[in-house]
């Protein structure tokens, strides 16, 4: 599976550490705790969950009165299995008329995300309407109009520098025009410039209330999986600014960091929904936690 050799990296990071002081320990003291820690926090796991996953460990130690190093293998990854619950995940936008915004800041793989998405609703039969309401650079409008062609879906853009609102409106009058199921909104990430950005998200979310009130609402964070803990405070500081319903996890094939999906959604309990294993079309997934940790650790 793609999913288990894309985290190869991760894998080697995290479980090599693991299982090298599960069998180097001979007995469960405060140093295999602590090496446990370190590995796990190396991982990229988090400060938070890793305290809470160890806490856990602890407690289900003692409970079951376990002796052998060993023998915390399986119990530490329901810990982290635990953790990163985050109840049931909805993807009601593949069955209902839906509004997607993404947002995220240059470089993480926005637009190429919102390529892969629309290549995938359309795959499923979906009648998919791209708005490029990110206005504020100049090529990303020409970027996400070559994934539009790629994904065989259409595009409303607007002139550079137009207000990403009345983009979001023209976008919203051709969905409804061609019955649309899904209205994907490139939508802008500068988090060096906070209350702009709630200003504009609020603003385009004023168009939806209006003229797409009963549209399932969706608002994707896209993330860079390879800048680990970067990422989960850029989720932390979008989370501020908006109502997030899930993440995206991009360049996570060759990545070591990949322990950050645990992280965000230990630390902040909105669900990492896709990830981002290469370049091309096909190379968006849907995340599952319990497929995570399989991958990982079986
Ligand atoms: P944006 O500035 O956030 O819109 O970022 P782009 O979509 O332009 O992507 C930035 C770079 O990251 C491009 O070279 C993409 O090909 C690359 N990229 C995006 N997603 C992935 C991914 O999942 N894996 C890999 N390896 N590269 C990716």
């Avoid at 998919?128 to 990110?134: G, K, N, R, W």
């Avoid at 409008?141 to 879906?153: D, F, K, M, S, T």
């Avoid at 409804?176 to 909104?185: E, P, Q």
């Avoid at 096909?282 to 650790?297: G, N, P, T």
Wanted: aromatic share 6%.
């Amino acid at each position: 599976r793609r999913l288990v050799s894309g985290l190869t990296k991760t894998r080697d990071n995290i479980v090599s550490g693991m299982d090298s002081i599960f069998h180097g320990f001979s007995r469960i003291d405060d140093d295999f705790y602590e090496e446990l820690e370190e590995t796990l926090i190396m991982g990229d796991l988090g400060v938070r969950a890793t305290m809470d996953i160890i806490e856990d460990l602890k407690e289900k130690v003692k409970e079951q009165h376990i002796k052998e190093p060993l023998e915390c293998r399986q119990l530490l990854i329901d810990s982290i299995r635990e953790q990163m619950d985050v109840g049931e995940t909805a993807y009601e936008f593949e069955n209902r008329t839906s509004v997607v915004f993404v947002i995220g800041v240059n470089g993480v793989g926005k637009t190429t995300t919102i390529g892969k998405l629309a290549g995938k609703l359309k795959d499923q039969n979906k009648k998919v309407i791209l708005a490029a309401a990110d206005t504020f650079r100049a090529a990303a409008g020409e970027q996400l109009r070559e994934w539009a062609n790629r994904a065989g879906v259409e595009m409303i853009g607007g002139q550079e520098g137009a207000d990403p609102a009345s983009v979001v409106y023209d976008a919203v009058a051709a969905a409804k025009a061609r019955k649309a199921d899904v209205l994907l909104c490139d939508t802008a990430g500068r988090l060096h410039n906070k209350k702009n950005l709630m200003e504009e998200l609020k603003k385009i979310n004023r168009v939806i209330d209006r003229e797409y009130p009963d549209a399932f609402r969706e608002t994707l964070v896209v993330l860079d999986a390879t800048t680990g803990q970067n990422a989960l405070a850029q989720a932390k500081e979008f989370n501020e600014v908006t109502d997030i319903t899930g993440i995206v996890l991009t360049k996570m094939d060759g990545t070591a960091k990949g322990g950050i999906a645990v992280a965000i959604q230990a630390e902040l309990g909105i669900p990492v929904k896709y990830i981002g294993v290469g370049e091309t079309i096909d190379d968006l997934q849907k995340f599952d936690s319990e497929e995570f940790v399989k991958a990982l650790f079986y």
